[in-house]
DNA sequence: CATGAATGAGGGTTCATTCAT
DNA sequence: AATGAATGAACCCTCATTCAT
């Protein structure tokens, strides 16, 4: 009888899916685009190399859909850390807060968005680019709405967005790469969010931190 | 500039060398360590592929030593923008100017440095690490010097060092990739100096922008 | 028809088998042996990979089969031809009118068999030689026999029946790919039935034609 | 210095392209393109693999430039023997007698030809298909001026100018292939061009033979 | 010094074949 | 019987590197 195709099978083959993906995450964000070999892959998630080729058509492929759906993943989680408070300052500290939880949480896929193989593979460029672009969006549209109800001064929000962006990278980079004691990252967060709201001038007077 | 002929003499000698070293830079920064091959730089260079080994051991030294010499012109170049100031509020601002006005007389450079072939070569991990920790320092040493003068509040001054530098390189990089309008860099600057001063405490009022 | 059933039961078992073995023509014929593969005939057969292998031990295999089926089929379909007459004249047209009925009704078989996967793998050169071979012996008898009986003048007959295969194959081959007009078929098989009947010295006055 | 790039250094580079052509003209012939590898090549030519890549852009091209190449030099040969002279019986017997000289001489470029691997790239179909056309073609000329000038009687001859080329290719294939006795050669000449000649009624009487 | 022909390890990918279900 | 997931040898091709000239 045609063996069952529905139940068991489907299952073990989506899991099997799934941990060469995330072999693939790993092997990626270690050796980046193109250091990765395919056969550094399955070799990492223990299969033939034929057996990548029957899930994915190939490396460049998978390489840009791993990019995207970590990508994804990491934005509309920063995004939900933002959307669901009121004032400017929760969805700052909110913001930042989701992202330093899942870079803890994720430090591979972090680094694969952070320092992934740029440059390598034309179309990831353009990846990584909407990547960076929705990652600024996030951070922009509170400012706008803060700079309308004149919670912050008058500013260019979109160059606003950008320096939120790439404080957050750099900082949560250095928190995954120098693991200084124990909970670095609730003071990481703290500290972020602080000089993030100051330097919108969403802080009523300088002196009001810890 | 970066990789010019080490001091004086040997013009002659060293024109091969110099024009390698460039076109180097150059493929390196559009192409990623890994894509750019050494016949694409002989090539762009103008010279056979044996002068390429004539002059440098292997493809990755070469790599690492333009990068390290691209690193440090910049570090040096930034070092000497905050430097020179006795005031925070001018280091910044003069620290600030000088990385904008490198990265947009050598885009090339400073492409190769923040989305270089990272992950690509174990050696080159160690190398950008430095980089990245020197940038740092050179925000952290006025930092702390204004902490003890009483000029900004109390804050972890390394952390807002990292996320000085993640905002500029942030900014930086959009300001190359999505060149708006003809003087936006003046803007770009103030606009970042700002944000940086304010999200120090270094600035007394919030309003007191534009 | 070659490749069908063998003989007349076991009708619902052999139906993949069938359906697998026309598929396999087709899609040898089109695309010659090395190209095709062996997912290429499940596919166009509608069946899973594993049911190739159950019905044939191989691909190699498999193609030798059909080609020697198909070979065969032909053979006996252009000896019907020739031998069912008497007169040699009328042995030639309808042994030509045989050949060319069948490469029309079976374009794809006929293809296969005169431009197919040669070389491709070693024991074909020899099945491809047998086939060549019996279709020239084909020609050979009737000319050996009205040599006999003083019907052609003294000659070769091995080399006019080769002659005469060579002749069919391009006619036939260039009727099939250049399909000029509606009713070519049959001027082709007039034109080169004379021409074969002529080259033997067969007919009386060479003004004897259309 | 730079080394003397234009005498010896040229011909040695020919030298070698050239050896590396005719091992792969040996190969091709042999296996037909598919089954023939680059390695196969290489190994016949006795370089490494690189130095193929060095020398043609990839198989196909090689294989296509071989075949052209190839026919090229066929068709030009059997033409030149059809061109020299005045008289049909003399045109035909010569531009039979270049053929089969061609073919004994060069009996892997012929059967290149004849038994390539045809079906396998696309490009190719194309090739000998204009191949075939050119042989063809070299015949219906000097058929067409017979017909005018009333040497032949009435007849198709596109058609009878494909039945000498099929019956060409099938004859030499055959002497190649069964080498009977010493002198076949001369004796299959004249055995092809009398069944040629007759076939189009350029002969007299048809017991006008040996 | 300079050249570029030559090398071959290694990378991405295909595909005939097997076997647990 | 039938399936299709899994395998891995083998293919084509690239490119860093060497060395005779």
Redesign the interface.
């Known amino acids: 009888m045609p063996y069952r195709t529905s139940d068991k099978m489907r299952r073990k083959k989506d899991a099997k899916r799934t941990a060469m993906m995330q072999a693939a995450v790993q092997v990626f964000?270690?050796?980046?685009?193109?250091?990765a070999t395919v056969r550094d892959i399955v070799q990492a998630a223990d299969v033939a190399i034929g057996t990548f080729y029957f899930y994915f058509p190939d490396k460049e492929t998978l390489f840009l859909y791993l990019y995207e759906e970590t990508a994804d993943f990491l934005v509309q989680a920063v995004q939900q850390g933002v959307s669901g408070r009121a004032k400017l300052t929760e969805q700052i500290a909110h913001g930042v807060q989701s992202y330093v939880n899942i870079a803890l949480y994720e430090p591979t896929v972090v680094f694969l968005l952070l320092?992934?193989?740029?440059?390598?593979v034309p179309s990831l460029s353009a990846k990584r680019?909407q990547f960076?672009e929705a990652m600024?969006r996030i951070w922009q549209r509170p400012l706008d709405h803060a700079l309308d109800q004149g919670l912050i001064?008058?500013?260019?929000t979109r160059?606003?967005a950008?320096?939120?962006?790439?404080?957050?990278?750099?900082?949560i980079?250095?928190l995954l790469?120098n693991p200084r004691g124990e909970n670095e990252a609730p003071?990481?967060i703290k500290?972020?969010s602080?000089?993030?709201l100051?330097?919108?001038?969403?802080?009523?007077?300088?002196?009001a931190?810890?």
């Open positions: 964000s270690e050796k980046g685009y193109h250091a320092v992934g193989g740029v440059g390598a680019e960076r600024i001064p008058t500013q260019n160059r606003a950008e320096a939120i962006t790439g404080a957050c990278d750099e900082v980079l250095n790469q003071a990481a500290d972020l602080f000089f993030i100051r330097g919108l001038g969403a802080l009523g007077s300088p002196a931190d810890k």
